[in-house]
């Protein structure tokens, strides 16, 4: 498995951007305007999802109508614009340009919508990712393999020969099942929901020697 990679595949939320803490804050004020509480790992163990997604799911669960759910939808929406400051976790930035010096493909990969996360990568990271894709790329979201497989096609290597930094289980679940080695990383999560990762790192210091290894770099 070690030393024969090529690419990198990065989640978006929870990964490049340190942003779960708001998009939580959301869902639970959203949530709340019909009386339902939901708890940060009830949302964290859906996340990698879209929208539409985490809140039907959220919704049946407790017991809310479509109509109620379409609300809930609009109103995180609005709460997110307002409780969003973007934010990153220490030494993703200096993790990234050693990789980009070292001409190793990489891409995002996102249950986030275009427009939002396509602002922050033109702003912040444009030159590093040559790909981005996001749930509206796709038919079929994480878990599914399909926006993995995207990614790769669009960086013209083999799903075999790609790492992924994820965050959570429904990415986690998604990049294995399009054969491709995966990293989780406890930003939002304990290690007991990552298990099916092929290793888990405490933060973005041990996620590089985990990809140096991997990818062969040396020094």
């Known amino acids: 498995m070690e030393m024969d990679k ?14 779960m803490e708001q998009h939580f804050d ?7 305007e019909w009386g339902v509480h939901i708890t940060p790992d009830e949302f964290f163990l859906l996340e ?3 929208i539409d997604t985490i809140a039907h799911y959220l919704g049946k669960k407790h017991g809310l109508s479509e109509e109620q ?17 973007l934010e990153f976790y220490e030494h993703f930035h200096e993790m990234i340009h050693g990789l980009y010096e070292k ?13 939002r996360v396509q602002k922050v990568v033109e702003t912040h990271f ?43 289980p429904m ?5 294995k099942a399009a054969n491709m080695t995966v ?23 041990e996620v590089e020697k985990y990809l140096h290894r991997l990818l062969g770099i040396t020094g």
């Not at 609300?71 to 969003?84: D, E, G, P, W």
């Open 126 to 168: 444009d030159h590093y990712f040559s790909a981005v894709v996001t749930i509206d790329d796709v038919e079929r979201g994480k878990p599914h393999p399909d926006p993995f497989l995207k990614a790769a096609q669009l960086l013209n290597v083999e799903p075999e020969s790609c790492i992924v930094v994820e965050n959570a």
């Open 26 to 32: 959301a869902w639970r004020n959203a949530f709340a």
């Open 6 to 19: 090529k690419a990198v595949l990065f989640d978006f939320d929870g990964v490049t951007v340190k942003s």
């Open 183 to 205: 990293i989780a990383v406890t930003t939002t999560l304990p290690p007991k929901h990552l298990k099916q990762a092929d290793y888990i790192a405490k933060d973005f210091y």
């Open 103 to 115: 001409k190793i493909p990489m891409a995002v990969v996102t249950g986030g919508d275009r427009d």
């Open 171 to 175: 990415g986690i679940q998604g990049a």
């Open 48 to 50: 990698g999802q879209g």
């Open 69 to 85: 759910v379409n609300a809930v939808i609009k109103r995180k929406k609005n709460y997110y614009n307002q409780f969003m400051r």
